[in-house]
């Protein structure tokens, strides 16, 4: 069974641009979260998708935005990047809507590196 | 609000050594704890995660961990340190309604041959 898909790998834009970052979960998962993983702030939690709804929010800037599609495949858009954008994006990705009583595994992708020069 | 803290940012350890990574949470309710590696450039490998019951839990890679919660800690352990087990280690805590994870800062281990 294949793992959690990021797509672009690597990406290097200019600031005042937009990006668009694509992640396939699981198959069969419906739940997708994306993380941001810089040196400095570490690994946070930007937002959360089941079943095409969002679910929770960590605390970013409104530049930052994501969306699930019916078949889970989750995007997230930055926009007017800046140079603190710079980052490991993370996505990940789960069976069920939480950890519930008897726990959940979740799994993640490899990322996506995205620059900002 | 839940927190974590790896209050050891570098461990340097020798191969064959054993490995004790230390992890404490902040959360009101009963935690969901979670421990990741991650290798250079890759994404978060779960090793192991602790729910409910047994409070010592195996994971994968020979690597357990036991929950303490009058410590309100979640200890990593592996006896024995091979060179591969270089890379950055994360603990987690989840929450029961939704998937978000808290991270700690993470602890990097160095393994000397």
Redesign the interface.
């Known amino acids: 069974k294949a793992g959690?898909t990021q797509t672009p790998r690597y990406l290097i834009k200019t600031r005042g641009q937009q990006v668009t970052l694509s992640c396939s979960p699981i198959s069969g998962h419906r739940?997708v979260?994306w993380?941001q993983q810089t040196p400095g702030q570490?690994?946070q939690?930007l937002f959360?998708y089941?079943s095409e709804t969002q679910?929770?929010k960590?605390n970013f800037p409104g530049r930052f935005s994501g969306r699930q599609f019916s078949n889970s495949r989750s995007e997230m858009n930055v926009s007017t990047l800046e140079l603190g954008d710079s980052a490991l994006y993370?996505c990940?990705s789960?069976s069920?809507?939480?950890?519930?009583?008897?726990?959940?595994?979740?799994?993640?992708?490899?990322?996506s590196w995205l620059t900002v020069v | 609000a839940q927190s974590v803290t790896q209050p050891d940012i570098h461990i340097t350890v020798s191969e064959g050594a054993s490995l004790e990574l230390r992890c404490n949470y902040s959360y009101g309710a009963t935690p969901y704890l979670f421990w990741y590696v991650q290798s250079p450039g890759q994404g978060l490998q779960l090793l192991l995660k602790y729910f409910s019951g047994d409070t010592l839990v195996q994971g994968i890679k020979g690597f357990e961990a036991e929950f303490k919660r009058s410590q309100s800690s979640f200890n990593l352990r592996k006896p024995s340190v091979h060179w591969s087990d270089a890379a950055e280690y994360f603990c987690a805590v989840g929450q029961a309604a939704g998937n978000k994870l808290t991270f700690g800062g993470g602890t990097r281990v160095l393994v000397k041959p």
């Open positions: 959690v739940s979260s993380y570490g690994l939690f959360e089941f679910r929770n960590g993370l990940a789960s069920t809507p939480g950890q519930g009583s008897s726990g959940n595994t979740i799994y993640f992708g490899e990322g």
